[in-house]
């Protein structure tokens, strides 16, 4: 028997820790037959069978008629809520509850409210005054509309967990009760009920621990609901590395309450208790198959479970766990590898990373960790690489070849945050393992030496400067080709630099790149801007490139550059109005205040003449002269009146003083 053959790229993939984009068409979801993975309800007023009418309202009592059916045993008691309109009870109502398969508790403000039931009631509502005897009927409706000779509302529900009712007859009802299906019972009912439909992939990788869960929100056109609650829990035992996906229209916001440590993947917006401030979900792709293929892209190789569920304004999940091989875990002295949950849920939420196609940076504002609290230092896994701290932020920032990083996964840095709490003078650690996504985008830099390090936003004139333009192309970064370069700024022509990879126009050349790393491409050249003599300069300009496949497939940046003159300083660049008008103003002011302290000097000089203008003054006879104030006259534009011609002076070169008459 000759050796088994094995598909080459599934192996090379595993052996880099990277999903099989195949596995994600292969992926068939299919209901979950043995226990589910997850425990889901959401809250509806749709019911399966419902009608509502005004025949109750000649009659004694208003009569509510629940028939409750069950697709499995129930895991949890039901729980049925009557409440008043206007916290008034004054007209007695009826409580008809057919469930003959389930326990039971009935909750009520109304001390009159009469319950017919043939549930096992818990003690609370065995102890309630009117109680009646259970009913027997297969047909409740019929039965109600016999023994109480009208009916208010009719509501048939599946695996309802809790239901909610609202007492209260409308005038403008039908006449008569005929059910339809389904039936919008808005009006008086809201419910909470039990997801069965939860399907999985039967053959997702069973030695994986990354398993994701997907919960799509179906929204009907007419739908109204925008925000939805979001309660998460999980067992204990339910450890891994897990992604919840949660897909909805884009104008939706999730309200969070989570217990577990499980990464998020959110459409719309997102908000959580720890936290005040609101945050920016990712647009996911709306599709089966495309949420699949999303968790598959984020290295989540299991779909645990997927639930298409209608839209609703509260939704409960409960987490089991996914089955896994259990591994040895290796452990360093005083270092928490199984970190507690809180870090993990607050850094996790926070998800203070950006990464470029060359760098990571972290900033994480310290007032965002006061629910860990403790932390005195924090590092990526290299602990070498500490991040700079000061009374308001956490700041690191590393290039991708440093500080443990790694990019084995698809379009991903990964690392550790390592972070150090102090209390009670022990120094524990805790580690936080995250991905950073990298763009799949044109990245722009502009540098002052062909050292290509230290980039900046100023373009000197007359002055070599060099470019780089760089991007990380997984799937064959061997075909991106740098399209072209342009130089445009108000006022003049655009300047084309490159083009098809060639130098274009004077003072441009294309020079040697670095050999493309883990998929990523660098282009690099140098160009010397240049300003004729007397023409205008600029005080800004934008850098423009464009790289692409042979497919025509474009990816364009934009870089905008501060203009540099020698000659011109370039504080007076990027003022706003605000600024001139302040600038202006203040100038004003100091030159009105020196204006009138030199005048209020000039004015009591001796000699000086009241009233007399200053043209009078300078028709005085010149021989009645007092000291001059030059900056007086600056002020005003004017030129002091020279003397009269003087007399010969005497050999020594000096006059008599003037003399005052």
């Not at 959401?42 to 309202?57: F, H, I, L, Q, W």
């Not at 700079?388 to 070849?401: I, Q």
């Not at 655009?494 to 050349?509: K, T």
Request: with cysteine; glycine share 6%.
């Amino acid at each position: 028997m000759g050796p088994r053959s094995v598909p080459l790229l599934p192996l090379l993939l595993a052996l880099l820790g990277r999903p099989d984009p195949g596995r994600a068409e292969s992926c068939d979801l299919q209901p979950v037959t043995a226990k589910p993975p997850i425990t889901l309800s959401y809250a509806t007023s749709t019911v399966p069978r419902g009608c509502v009418s005004n025949s109750s309202m000649d009659t004694g009592h208003e009569s509510m008629s629940l028939s409750v059916k069950w697709s499995e045993d129930s895991p949890v008691p039901l729980l049925v809520t009557v409440t008043p309109q206007a916290d008034a009870c004054s007209r007695p109502a009826v409580l008809i509850l057919l469930c003959s398969r389930c326990s039971a508790a009935v909750t009520s403000p109304c001390s009159n409210l009469i319950i017919r039931t043939d549930a096992h009631l818990s003690p609370e509502t065995i102890r309630a005054p009117n109680l009646e005897p259970p009913l027997v009927s297969s047909d409740l409706l019929a039965w109600a509309l016999a023994t109480y000779g009208g009916i208010t509302s009719y509501s048939e529900l599946q695996d309802p967990r809790s239901v909610q009712l609202h007492l209260g007859e409308d005038a403008y009802s039908p006449p008569e009760c005929i059910p339809q299906e389904p039936f919008n019972a808005i009006q008086h009912l809201e419910t909470e009920v039990f997801f069965h439909g939860v399907k999985g992939c039967p053959h997702s990788d069973a030695q994986s621990t990354r398993a994701a869960h997907i919960v799509h929100l179906q929204s009907e056109p007419s739908s109204s609901i925008t925000e939805v609650n979001l309660s998460v829990r999980c067992r204990q035992n339910s450890a891994g590395d897990q992604m919840l996906i949660l897909q909805s229209k884009s104008n939706f916001t999730w309200s969070i309450t989570s217990e577990c440590n499980i990464h998020l993947l959110v459409s719309g917006n997102y908000k959580m208790p720890l936290f005040s401030r609101m945050f920016q979900g990712t647009l996911l792709p709306d599709t089966e198959q495309d949420l699949i293929a999303k968790a598959f892209e984020k290295n989540y190789s299991v779909i645990a479970s997927y639930s298409a569920i209608p839209a609703s304004t509260h939704i409960t999940l409960e987490i089991h766990g996914h089955e896994m091989v259990e591994t040895p875990v290796t452990t360093t002295p005083l270092v928490i590898t199984q970190p507690p949950d809180l870090p993990h849920r607050v850094l996790l939420t926070l998800k203070p990373w950006k990464c470029t196609d060359e760098t990571m940076e972290i900033i994480i504002i310290r007032s965002y960790l006061e629910p860990i609290k403790d932390v005195v230092n924090i590092t990526l896994r290299d602990i070498s690489c500490q991040a700079e701290k000061n009374a308001t932020h956490f700041m690191l920032k590393s290039p991708l070849s440093h500080c443990g990083t790694s990019l084995e996964g698809r379009g991903y840095a990964n690392n550790e945050l390592i972070l150090s709490l102090a209390r009670d003078a022990v120094l524990r650690s805790v580690r936080v393992g995250f991905q950073c996504e990298i763009p799949r985008e044109l990245f722009l830099r502009l540098f002052p030496t062909a050292d290509f390090k230290a980039p900046q936003t100023e373009l000197e004139i007359n002055k070599e400067a060099f470019v780089q333009a760089s991007m990380r192309w997984m799937d064959h970064p061997a075909d991106l080709q740098l399209k072209e370069c342009w130089l445009v700024a108000a006022g003049r022509e655009p300047l084309l630099l490159v083009q098809g990879g060639e130098a274009r126009g004077a003072g441009v050349a294309v020079l040697q790149s670095p050999s493309s790393t883990h998929g990523r491409k660098v282009w690099r050249f140098r160009f010397t801007y240049t300003v004729p003599e007397g023409g205008h300069i600029p005080f800004s300009a934008i850098l423009k490139c464009k790289a692409g496949l042979q497919n025509d497939t474009i990816f364009e940046k934009v870089l905008e550059v501060t203009v540099k003159d020698a000659w011109r300083p370039l504080n007076y660049h990027g003022l706003g109005l605000a600024a001139v008008l302040g600038i202006t103003f203040g100038a004003f002011l100091i030159g009105a205040l020196l204006t009138a302290g030199l005048w209020y000097i000039y004015s009591h000089t001796p000699g000086f003449q009241h009233g007399a203008s200053l043209g009078e003054q300078q028709h005085q006879p010149q021989h009645r002269q007092h000291p001059e104030h030059p900056l007086l006259h600056q002020q005003h534009g004017l030129t002091p009146p020279g003397p009269p011609e003087p007399a010969q002076p005497p050999a020594n070169g000096l006059g008599d003083p003037p003399q005052c008459h």
